[in-house]
């Protein structure tokens, strides 16, 4: 018995303080038994194995386009939580309830073993960088590569020329606000550019920024893509219309072949402002006599065209990709960044979308008052260790069914060390440096592939992962075998 003050009564009362260390010890018992319980143990198994099973749903459903990533629950906090949490209570009920005797040692190795085998996977989970290459079946044969697009990554690309040499710049979605643009890294110290909006979902559509001066008269155009009554400029004399991504080749058809566009306009000259990736903003004039012409537009410089008998005068501010003001139906919906590309006193935003692959997106060409800028928005890509080569591929299928056995690939590695062929399978992946390369998709046909999707990752943790496996492996035949054999000598003994 003790004598205590109470500062709300202060007369001296008695408190049993046995009462008191016995109910610590209850509640320090209570939390002993939860975290050394078989019975935790399993509930924990039982709700990390649940996760597991909904992260791989979650990865697959969630999954926008082939070749593209899910949602990745693999890396989220909570697996590691649960992870912790299991091996916690392993280590706890195995130095609690497990002998620390030579005939129990199996015991100790086993779950060494799992732990262990459960750090490595989660270093692997982690550390491991992870994507896949693309090659495209040309005249040639397969379009050598030398890099692979990282998975759950995104990056800008910008670049002066079509063919010229894209820097990349990294871009988290996540950590990525708008009141901190990010400055994107470009060839050319003349033009600032930096992303300034981003959208996991948004419809994109072309528009053309013109200036028209008519009989003294400005008015300023936002010109969409497109073939409806509104996405035309009309007057009594002609109809202007916006077309991107028009190649070279389309152009000369353009210019060399009747539009198709004079029915009801017959008496009305038709314009068409077209451009590309490789041609610059050019507007091709066919008049109602069948007559045509074309004039190519400089960003910001005024240029005096024919229409309908009559002199106007047209100034291209930008061609650029915007989210539409109402409704398109047929408008394109995705993942896109913004862009605010500034040259001198011209600036202009555009919106470039997000390519799974960059090989199969032509880049957004956005002219400027000086050279124009190419623009990409995807995954960022890291270097091969060389050069890969598929030099044959071939589709087996089950004997005497279309059931698909194999996809074979004949691949050249080529390093500074020299060149292999190895024989890339569908369970035969082959190592590239510190790479490791297995079979992935063959589209649109498997039987004639046009592209042939490669999956690569490196294999961070994977010596814990063998290491673990081997000792709880070894564990178990402890147990099986050699516990029994100790305690039959034990009992001779005895």
Known sequence: MSLVFDADNPVSSEVDLSMADSAGKTRHGRLYRLITGIWTGVVLLVVLTAYLV???????????????????????????????????????????????????????????????????????????????????????????????????????????SIDGMYHQTGFDPDGFTAAEPLAVTGPDEDTRVEAVDYSRRTALLPIAQLRITEDGEHRDVDLPAGAGPASRVETDRYVLMYQPDVSARELEEFTAEPLGLHGPDEDRDLALLVHGPELSPTLVVARADDTRAMHVLDISRPARVELGGEPVEMMLHSTVIRPPEREVPDAPVGEAVALRIVRGDWETVTWV???????????????????????????????????????????ITQPGSVVPRDYRCEVELETAEGVRRVKLGLNKPVRFGPLQVSQGSWLPEPQQPMQIQLHVTTRPGLAAVWIGCGLTVAGLLYGFYVKPLILRRKGRRT
Not at 92 to 109: C, D, K, L, S
Not at 367 to 392: A, C, I, N, W, Y
Request: hydrophobic share 50%; charged share 15%; aromatic share 8%.
């Open 54 to 160: 909904v992260a791989s749903i979650v990865a697959e459903v969630t999954r926008p386009a082939e070749g593209a990533e899910g949602v990745n629950l693999y890396r989220h906090p909570l697996l590691i939580l649960l992870t912790a949490a299991v091996c916690v209570n392993m280590l706890a009920a195995t130095f609690t309830r497990v002998p620390a005797t030579a005939a129990h040692m199996g015991a100790y190795i086993a779950h060494g073993g799992v732990i262990i085998l459960a750090a490595g996977a989660m270093v692997f989970a982690f550390a491991r960088v992870h994507g896949d290459l693309l090659t495209v079946r040309t005249p040639q044969g397969w379009s050598p590569v030398t890099a692979f697009y990282v998975a759950d990554t995104r990056a800008i690309y910008l670049a002066d």
């Open 353 to 395: 979308p997000f390519t799974t692959f960059t090989d199969l997106a032509p880049p957004e060409r956005i002219d400027t008052p000086g050279e124009p800028v190419m623009l990409e928005f995807s995954r960022q890509r890291k270097s091969l260790p060389g050069v890969l080569h598929v030099r044959e591929s071939e589709y």
